[in-house]
């Protein structure tokens, strides 16, 4: 998959991008709000890039967005199928030096309209409670609160953000 906007680009993960994966696993704010996948070096970051995160399933997998005007890797989104939830799941993750510039919402709504365009009808975002922007960024791309999801190994439980089509 490979989506542009006016100002950015998203596509597969490359071998080549795993020193931006290190950086972003490794920022607090990656580790306080999604918590720490124990990627602490470009080998392991590799191993993730080859296994993980360039899924045998097409449009789905994590996807780095890269600004257009420099060429510099910014965040990532992903859309995943996971065991513990019922429907797709969207994801974003961005470095804290590109917050509150709308490149979440830009990348993350491509995705979004990509997935619907594909005739998925249902996609879920789950956010930790106390992540408030994460939180406010679904809701302006309509998902809606729909209760809360325990996930293996993580207390408390976090929220569910649904998205409806309406195609």
Known sequence: M???TERLEIRELILEDAPFVVELLNSEAFIVNIGDRGVHNLQLAEEKIQTT???????YGLFIVVRKSDNTAIGTVSYLKRDYLEKDDIG??????F????FALEATKSVLQYQVARG?????GVVDRTNRP???????????EAGEVVMEGED???????????K
């Open 53 to 59: 995160y360039s899924q045998d399933y097409p449009n």
């Open 92 to 97: 974003y993750a961005f470095l804290p030096q």
């Open 99 to 102: 917050w509150g510039q709308g």
């Open 120 to 124: 998925e009808q249902e996609i879920w």
């Open 2 to 4: 490979k989506l542009e």
């Open 156 to 166: 408390p439980p976090i929220v569910k953000m649904v998205f409806q089509s309406q």
């Open 134 to 144: 994460s939180i406010r960024l679904l809701e302006k791309l309509d998902f809606h």
